[in-house]
């Protein structure tokens, strides 16, 4: 998967979250948490090794993936925006006053599904293009975890290769499934229009031989 762990917070207060495969990335994201400095809305990337953070700060509420760099910014940034306008729209203002992991039952479904979503599916980055949205994306920096992190805080991120690659091979099999579905229509379709083109051919062949050629026979 694209996307391997996301997070909602309030502060440094962990409302919901979810991984796709075993990581530490968690700590690494609640030093973060704790380390974003000020308090305005902000959009801002961290990376470390191959991974990065990404984080969207709007009205007091944080939504925070990390996700494989090859994944670039429009995918994350457009995953982050989703949560949060899920998030806030499922739970109103209750989550200025929830408590920690308050909705992590119920939520952490949510960010499961749509992690898979943005991940896999195509059609989850040719909606944001044909929108036109996430243009403040090209924007965000991408900087080194060190700039928020001290070094002696920081913690070698840890990721299980092993889920993610399991992750990989289940998109790569879920794309050629749907590949193999595209043929097997186009074929049934071409066949139909072979059958139909031979049975138009046939009905003129037929029509010509008695109008033209045995008209009267064809009256008996």
């Known amino acids: ?126 909606i944001n293009r044909l929108k036109g949205e996430m243009s403040q994306v090209r924007n965000v920096m991408i900087e080194n975890i060190d700039k928020v992190l001290e070094r002696g805080d920081r913690l070698e991120l840890l990721v299980d290769k092993t889920a993610n690659m399991q992750g990989n091979t289940f998109r790569f099999r879920k794309q050629a499934r749907r590949f193999r579905n595209t043929v097997w229509w186009r074929n049934v379709k071409l066949t139909v229009a072979l059958i139909i083109l031979l049975l138009i051919i046939v009905y003129i062949v037929l029509a010509f031989v008695c109008h033209g050629i045995t008209l009267p026979s064809c009256l008996k």
Not at 105 to 116: H, N, T
């Open 1 to 126: 998967m694209a996307i391997l762990y996301a997070l909602v917070a309030r502060g440094s207060v962990v409302l919901a979250e979810f991984t796709a495969t075993s990581t530490n990335a968690s700590v690494i994201a609640r030093q973060i948490l704790e380390k974003i400095p000020g308090d305005n809305d902000t959009h801002v990337s961290y990376s470390q090794d191959r991974y990065i953070f990404h984080v969207k700060r709007t009205d007091g509420l944080t939504v925070l993936c990390m996700a494989d760099e090859s994944a670039g910014r429009r995918i994350p940034f457009a995953f982050l925006e989703d949560i949060h306008q899920r998030f806030v729209r499922t739970y109103g203002r209750s989550v200025f006053s929830a408590l920690a992991y308050g909705m992590n039952d119920e939520f952490s479904r949510v960010l499961s599904q749509q992690m898979e979503y943005y991940s896999s599916d195509p059609n989850a980055d040719r």
